[in-house]
């Protein structure tokens, strides 16, 4: 107050007692707060930087939920992918019994050739020095692929390329049948005729001559130098043999049925990887970090199985190794699929380990910048509080000589 006068000695010391206030003011708020810079007046260039490592780590920390919703999509799909292995595994197993059955067929399709040409001078194998010499045998499947055959000659192994191949013997032919594909076994049955009998494996499949479009599961016979003929064109199948294959095909389309539901149920958050839907992460607070999981599609048809028609398909060995390889072939992409699932799970776990490892870093950061050290701030108010003690003292000291002064007056 303007109105009082005070000597210099009690202003000196009202000076301290003001500053020392000042001071604990500030050491008390430090303790309370636990930080050293409350707002940008303490100190700005602190403030404002820690400000931005809190921001930046509160921008990262909200992406680890998405991140962690990723893993659990990923977690799904892994799921989805080890229930249909399981399944086509048992789908597997049901072809194996179709295998171990009897054969379907009492009677199988047979076709006769008999030669025309003109005996070799010097036989070299059981078909030379008869008619069958010079023969040319074609055997044609349903798509159109054709084995060439000649009987005579030097001697040449069932060419895969060229499809072609020269026997001398009937060892030789019946080798190359085998090499060919073809599921047939030829017998002499007379000096200048050949019969050729459907394999056990291909029991099913039926014998033409001269066809021009040849049936599914069928084997078009034709031949120069000679005539082909068909006695048995269709085999005769076995009623309980064929009941037997035909109740392993309801189970195995039941098996099919339920690796389409799978698929469809192996989803998280809306997201499914095994229908093709696409997962697209984000790990860092300005979008550039990224990586996009592209989804597959697993249901029976992405995998390349479908449902069995009774009648068409179990009807032999053929036919179920036919279904067999498709089943090894779903099998082995699957595997490959979860490798690929696995090793993007493994880069998602790693980065949000990170992540969680950098908003860590970017915390203590700020806080380093900003948090007082309690110790030295509560040894800072006990040296004040003293200070504050011996500043009242001497100002009463101060004062000593107006209190005689008043002495005098009384």
């Known amino acids: ?57 509160s921008d ?36 194996n019994q179709a295998l171990q059955a009897p054969s379907g067929y009492t009677t199988k399709a047979a076709g006769t050739f008999t030669g025309s040409g003109t005996a070799a001078t010097t036989p070299v194998g059981d078909l030379d020095g008869t008619k069958l010499n010079g023969s040319v045998l074609t055997f044609k499947n349903a798509d159109g692929t054709a084995a060439t055959i000649t009987i005579g ?20 032919l019946n080798k190359a049948l085998s090499a060919a594909g073809v599921g047939l076994t030829a017998s ?11 394999t056990n494996d291909s029991a099913s499949q039926a014998l033409s ?33 064929q009941n037997t294959r035909a109740g392993l095909i309801s189970q195995y389309n039941a098996v099919i049925d339920q690796i389409k539901t799978t698929a469809q149920d192996s989803s998280f958050n809306g997201i499914n990887l095994l229908n093709g839907d696409q997962l697209k992460l984000v790990f860092n607070e300005t979008g550039k970090s990224t990586l996009t999981i592209q989804g597959v599609t697993f249901d029976p048809a992405g995998l390349g199985l479908s449902s069995l028609t009774k009648g068409t398909d179990f009807l032999d060995n053929a036919s179920t190794n036919a279904v067999l390889d498709k089943l090894n072939n779903a099998a082995s992409t699957l595997r490959s699929q979860a490798s690929t699932f696995g090793s993007n799970l493994s880069i998602v776990q790693i980065r949000q380990d990170f992540n969680k490892n950098l908003i860590n870093v970017l915390q203590t950061g ?16 006990q040296a004040l509080s003293t200070r504050q003690s011996i500043a009242v003292s001497a100002l009463a000291l101060a004062n000593q000589s107006q209190q005689s002064v008043l002495q005098l007056l009384r």
């Open 1 to 57: 107050m303007s109105g009082i006068v005070l000597s210099a000695s009690v202003r000196q010391n009202l000076l301290s007692l003001q500053s020392t206030a000042d001071l604990l003011s500030v050491t008390q708020n430090r303790l309370a707060t636990g930080n050293k810079v409350n707002s940008a007046l303490d100190n700005p260039t602190n403030f404002f930087t820690a400000q931005g490592l809190n921001n930046r780590s």
């Open 60 to 95: 990262i920390n909200n992406l680890l939920d998405s991140i962690g919703n990723g893993v659990q999509v990923l977690q799904a799909a892994n799921q989805g992918i080890t229930s249909i292995q399981k399944l086509v595994d048992t789908a597997k197993s049901i072809a």
């Open 153 to 172: 000659g030097t001697a040449a192994a069932f060419d895969a390329t060229a499809k072609t191949a020269v026997v001398n013997t009937l060892d030789e």
């Open 188 to 198: 002499k049955s007379g000096a200048d005729e050949l019969t050729f009998t459907s």
């Open 209 to 241: 001559t001269g066809a021009s479009t040849v049936a599914a599961n069928s084997i078009d016979i034709t031949g120069s130098g000679g005539t082909a003929a068909i006695t048995t064109a269709s085999p005769t199948a076995d009623t309980n043999s």
């Open 366 to 381: 700020a806080s380093n910048l900003t948090l007082a050290d309690t110790n030295e701030e509560a040894a800072n108010s």
